[in-house]
């Protein structure tokens, strides 16, 4: 027995590639502290190192922060690619994973595609989610446009106080809440993935749990460890409470395009 192990993607030249036009950016971790704030680190440069320059994002910092709000919507749009980013905070808030930006300034990285001169928001580390919780406290009901306990997150803030972001932001919050954040969604993924390693799991002589603590965590929380609501019960909660507070907000305009006669 070997164990189970996860898969994951390095995030390095080879990712850029294979996800953006242009993999010659600088590509930055950001695994603590990075609030995007004025003065904040924090950010690691992965690539172009020999160069080390660091500009692009301190050029970035200044205009989240430092702009006027009559020319911030404007101005922002030229350095971030916004819609991306504000469906990571819808799907992030749904998902409960209190491990990321918004909460801790923590868990991403930023990449500055040279192909279009913007900023991309690359979340990583999801295993504080769907119902587990060391930190936040109310993950399952949860303001979803105040959802961080902490304060001075600029790239969500700044970003909701524009109400055609806010408007957007909601728009995503409630499509995913019409099919792909639901139960009826998720739950044959669960049970599959479940039925998969279960047998597998529960051989592990170090593994520490009972068979019923692995059951018994998709429904309801356990009385150990961090599992505040089991995932199934997670997704159902969460999932009433978005929609009961999602604000009213009308079909809006994403992008035109004008066909030749």
């Known amino acids: 027995f070997r164990g189970l192990f996860a898969n994951s993607e390095d995030l390095d030249k080879a990712f850029l590639n294979a996800h953006f036009k242009n993999n010659d950016g600088n590509l930055y971790k950001c695994p603590g502290g990075a609030s995007m704030q004025n003065g904040a680190g924090g950010y690691e440069l992965q690539t172009n190192k020999d160069a080390s320059d660091y500009s692009d994002i301190l050029d970035f910092i200044n205009v989240l922060n430092n702009t006027p709000e009559a020319t911030f919507k404007n101005e ?131 593994w520490g749990w009972q068979t019923s603590d692995f059951d018994d965590a998709f429904d309801h929380s356990i009385p150990r460890g961090n599992v505040k609501f089991g995932m199934k019960e997670y997704i159902e909660l969460r999932q009433n409470s978005a929609l009961e507070q999602l604000e009213p907000v009308g079909p809006f305009i994403k992008e035109l395009k004008r066909e030749p006669l």
């Open 76 to 206: 922002i749009e030229k350095v971030l690619n916004i819609d991306e980013i504000l469906m990571y905070v819808a799907c992030n808030v749904l998902l409960g994973a209190w491990d990321d930006y918004w909460v801790l300034a923590k868990n991403y990285y930023f990449y500055h595609d040279l192909s279009t001169d913007l900023f991309n928001y690359i979340p990583h580390d999801f295993d504080g989610s769907l119902g587990t919780d060391w930190y936040h406290g109310n993950i399952a009901h949860g303001n979803v446009y105040d959802w961080s306990p902490n304060s001075g997150r600029p790239m969500v803030e700044n970003l909701l106080a524009v109400p055609e972001y806010r408007d957007r932001y909601t728009h995503y919050l409630m499509m995913l809440c019409m099919f792909p954040f639901s139960l009826e969604a998720m739950e044959p993924e669960i049970d599959r993935t479940a039925d998969m390693i279960r047998n597998i799991l529960i051989s592990d002589p170090y």
